[in-house]
Antibody, heavy 119, light 112 residues
Framework: EVHLLESGGGLVQPGGSLRVSCAASGFIFSNYAMSWVRQGPGKGLEWVSVISYSANTTYYADSAKGRFTISRDNSKNTLYLQMNNLRAEDTAVYYC????????????WGQGTLVTVSS | DVVMTQSPLSLPVPLGHPASISCRSSQSLVHSDGNTYLNWFQQRPGQSPRRLIYQISNRDSGVPDRFSGSGSDTYFTLRISRVEADDVGIYYCMQGTHWPPFTFGPGTKVDI
C-alpha cells in the first residue's frame, strides 16, 4: 500500500527557513517523479514543484523559484522541500504527491504538513 | 499558464440525486501525443486530495462507477450519478498537458 508521510512543518518567522520532508513507502520510490503541492487556509490547490525520479530534473512554480529547492534521497525513500525567505503567503498545508506511472502529474497524495509563516 | 475554471463553485445536492461539475481550460488540453491530461480530484473534509479520474474519463482503482468524466479540448464534466453522503467534499479539476505549472481549478464544493 502506498504511503506518504510529511513532516517538518511548523511556525516560522517571515524571512526564515524551513525544510519539510516526505517519507515514502509501499512503492519503488526511485521509479517515480514526486511533487509538492500546497493549500493555503481555506484556499484551493497550488502546485509548487516536481522532481524527476533520478533527481536530475526539477521544475518550480513562479511563486517558488529562487526561494524553494526540491530534492530527494532515493536511498532513504525521502523527498524534501527546502524553503527560504518565507513570506506570510507561503502559509499552507504542504502535500507531497507521487507521480502517476512514468509521467509527472501527481496522483497519490500524503496527509500534508502545516507551515505557518508569522511573526 | 493554463487557467482552469469550474462551475458551479457550490453545489447542494439531495441524496440520491445526480450532480454535474463543469471545468473549462483557457486553451486546448490535447497534448502533442494525442492524449488529454485532465484529471479530477476529490477532497473530503479534513482529508488530502484523492485522484478520481485521469485523462478525462478513466476512473482510478476503487472509485465507484457512479463517478464519470467526459469532455474534450477545453470543456470537461464530472458527473455523479447518485450522490451519497460519502461524496461530500470539494472537487478539483487539474490539467497536466501544458506544464509547468500543473494548474488546478478553484474547486466545487458539493454538499447535501
Amino acid at each position: 500500500e502506498v504511503h506518504l508521510l510529511e513532516s517538518g512543518g511548523g511556525l516560522v518567522q517571515p524571512g526564515g527557513s524551513l525544510r519539510v520532508s516526505c517519507a515514502a513507502s509501499g512503492f519503488i520510490f526511485s521509479n517515480y517523479a514526486m511533487s509538492w503541492v500546497r493549500q493555503g487556509p481555506g484556499k484551493g490547490l497550488e502546485w509548487v514543484s516536481v522532481i524527476s525520479y533520478s533527481a536530475n530534473t526539477t521544475y518550480y512554480a513562479d511563486s517558488a523559484k529562487g526561494r524553494f529547492t526540491i530534492s530527494r534521497d532515493n536511498s532513504k525513500n525521502t523527498l524534501y522541500l527546502q524553503m527560504n525567505n518565507l513570506r506570510a503567503e507561503d502559509t499552507a498545508v504542504y502535500y507531497c504527491a507521487k507521480a502517476a506511472g512514468s509521467g509527472w502529474s501527481p496522483d497519490f497524495w500524503g496527509q500534508g504538513t502545516l507551515v505557518t509563516v508569522s511573526s | 499558464d493554463v487557467v482552469m475554471t469550474q462551475s458551479p463553485l457550490s453545489l447542494p445536492v439531495p441524496l440520491g440525486h445526480p450532480a454535474s461539475i463543469s471545468c473549462r481550460s483557457s486553451q486546448s488540453l490535447v497534448h502533442s501525443d494525442g492524449n488529454t491530461y485532465l484529471n479530477w480530484f476529490q477532497q473530503r473534509p479534513g482529508q488530502s486530495p484523492r485522484r478520481l479520474i485521469y485523462q478525462i474519463s478513466n476512473r482510478d482503482s476503487g472509485v465507484p462507477d457512479r463517478f464519470s468524466g467526459s469532455g474534450s479540448d477545453t470543456y470537461f464534466t464530472l458527473r455523479i450519478s447518485r450522490v451519497e453522503a460519502d461524496d461530500v467534499g470539494i472537487y478539483y479539476c487539474m490539467q497536466g498537458t501544458h506544464w509547468p505549472p500543473f494548474t488546478f481549478g478553484p474547486g466545487t464544493k458539493v454538499d447535501i
